[in-house]
């Protein structure tokens, strides 16, 4: 199939020898008992039989459209039944979804559709005042499916007919598209293949000891590879639990849902778990069904996750883990310390990293290098991306992370920081370029630099200096967040505070130093 680069055959034939990759498809996740609960959404609750109907009856909706095996479709939905059905529709037929989050706006929704050729957008009617369906009338894609008031588009619920025998994806197919967290002008996306993705989710599910009574509240969005399947959503629906769809991780929308469901497992980014923290302190429902909260997508201070335990009543597991595949988690038998200290070790036996230097060298055991891994469910390359892929990889496939970190004698590793020129704003991942060039675009800026500024809460926010032009006037922040929403840029990466300057401090090769930049800060 067009977009995978494949992994080498020996490579293949070890991940297939070893168990990791197995024939198993990311159609066939429904395990649970028919009778049990899957899902849980607003006033959704669907058994596992309920659920396998609706799929089945929507993939068989999106054949009748002419949808077919090795399409895709830009998929942009909430936390909804909707986002679930759909996606297992999809995956079912073969056509892999693209997965968007809700708070991408016309810039990377359009950019999105255009490189992946997308058949299809399917998204909700609305996100408060933001309407998607205006959006959707300037894509080019045949078809637009909204769950909700569809107007003059397809409405998701009438996506349905009578089930058929669809043929089959490959497990070697492109299953679904997650997208990076970017450190280029432009977002690229990551192709994971049934097989390494089902690996991913089975394997994530049995390290962390998900089974039928599992109960997994959804806090974060479900198109995010850490909630759908680090063990997330899918991992729960390949063991038999249930999983609960929250709106958001706010503590008066997601502690009500824990009690009322007896949730025992959430993943959440860190400043989620600062909220919670604190939140507890005060709220008075009853929290005393959770056994297990995953924190990652940015570092969680160690002194924070000793917190945990005590305040919430349950044990942490830190996760470090990337769209482009590799996962490390703490053990939910690992000793206190490195549960508390380290973002956890790889998930796979088949994951090999190596820590280097700056030409590439292995470093000495505990000293700090940049995080380079392949393995059996990390990507060999980008999509339709070949020029940044030359860049990404080592010759030998090995996929540069641009994480520094320290790997411990027991394998365990420490994030001590980036290379990457990209802003973690609590989890939501900003290229610092892709932003830069939205602001270039500005009348009044001659230049621009993004760089991240430390926050107690977010970990990181987000400054832009700019050089305004001669005879220029400087832009108020405000009005530089008008600007970016009228270019269509998703609310997350637009800058929390912005700054001037004559010019740019520069390294000694002339690239400007964002370290530096970042020193004025101080
Ligand atoms: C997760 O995935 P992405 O693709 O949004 O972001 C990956 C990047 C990593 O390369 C690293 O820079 C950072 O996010 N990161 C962490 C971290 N977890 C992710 N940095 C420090 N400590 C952590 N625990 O963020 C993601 C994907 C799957 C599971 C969990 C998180």
């Given amino acids: 199939m067009d977009g995978v680069t494949p992994w080498p055959a020996g490579l293949e034939a070890r991940y297939k020898a070893e168990g990791y990759w197995t024939d198993r498809l990311l159609g066939d996740v429904l395990r649970g008992d028919p009778a049990a609960l899957a899902l849980v959404a607003g006033d959704d609750r669907l058994t596992y039989a309920d659920l396998d109907a609706r799929a089945a009856r929507t993939a068989a909706g999106l054949l009748a459209l002419g949808l077919r095996r090795g399409d895709r479709v830009v998929v942009q939905l909430p936390n909804t039944t909707g986002f679930v059905v759909a996606l297992l529709a999809l995956v079912r037929i073969g056509a892999a979804p693209v997965l968007a989050l809700p708070a991408h706006r016309e810039s990377e929704i359009r950019y999105l559709c255009e490189l992946s050729e997308a058949r299809a957008y399917i998204c909700a009617d609305r996100d408060g005042d933001f309407d998607y369906r205006e959006l959707a009338r300037t894509l080019p894609v045949d078809h637009v499916i909204v769950e909700g008031e569809a107007e003059e588009f397809v409405p998701l619920a009438s996506v349905d007919a009578e089930p058929v025998v669809a043929p089959a994806p490959e497990p070697s197919d492109a299953g679904v598209f997650l997208l990076s967290g970017g450190t280029t002008g432009l977002p690229k996306l990551i192709p994971r293949t049934h097989r390494d993705y089902v690996y991913n989710l089975e394997a994530s599910a049995d390290l962390c000891g998900f089974d039928r009574g599992t109960v997994y509240l959804v806090v974060l969005p479900a198109a995010h590879n850490f909630a759908l399947a680090c063990p997330g959503i899918l991992g729960v629906f390949a063991t038999g639990g249930t ?108 994951d090999e990293v190596r820590v280097v230097d700056e030409d590439g060298k292995q470093v000495s055991p505990g000293e700090v290098g940049e995080l380079l891994t392949r393995g059996p469910y990390t990507l060999r390359g980008y ?31 420490i994030v001590e920081g980036r290379e990457k020129d990209q802003i973690n704003r609590g989890g939501d991942k900003i290229s610092a370029e892709e932003l830069e060039n939205h602001l270039l675009a500005h009348p009044a800026v001659h230049d621009a630099a993004v760089v991240g500024v430390p926050d107690p809460v977010m970990g990181e926010r987000t400054c832009a200096f700019l050089i305004i032009r001669e005879g220029g006037e400087a832009p108020g922040l405000r009005e530089l967040k008008d600007f970016l929403r009228t270019r269509g840029v998703a609310a997350y990466k637009h800058p929390d505070r912005l700054e001037t300057a004559a010019a740019f401090p520069r390294t000694p090769v002339g690239k400007i130093s964002k370290k530096a930049l970042a020193a004025r800060l101080r």
């Fill in 383 to 413: 999509y339709r991306a070949p020029e940044h892929n030359a860049r990404s990889f080592t010759p030998d496939g090995f996929y540069r992370t641009g994480d520094l970190v320290r790997e411990l004698p027991s394998g365990h590793l």
């Fill in 243 to 350: 999983v609960v769809l929250a709106p958001s991780g706010a503590p008066d929308e997601a502690f009500p849902l824990i009690e009322r469901e007896r949730a025992t497992v959430c993943a959440v980014v860190p400043p989620i778990a600062l909220l919670w923290l604190d939140a507890v302190t005060w709220s008075d429902e009853d929290l005393s069904s959770l056994e297990l909260l995953q924190v990652g997508g940015a570092k969680l201070a160690a002194g924070r996750a000793a917190e945990i335990p005590d305040a919430l009543g349950c044990q942490v597991q830190q996760v470090f883990g990337m769209a482009e595949g590799l996962l490390n988690y703490t053990r939910l038998d690992d000793p206190r310390d490195l549960v508390e200290r380290t973002q956890g070790r790889p998930l796979s036996p088949g």
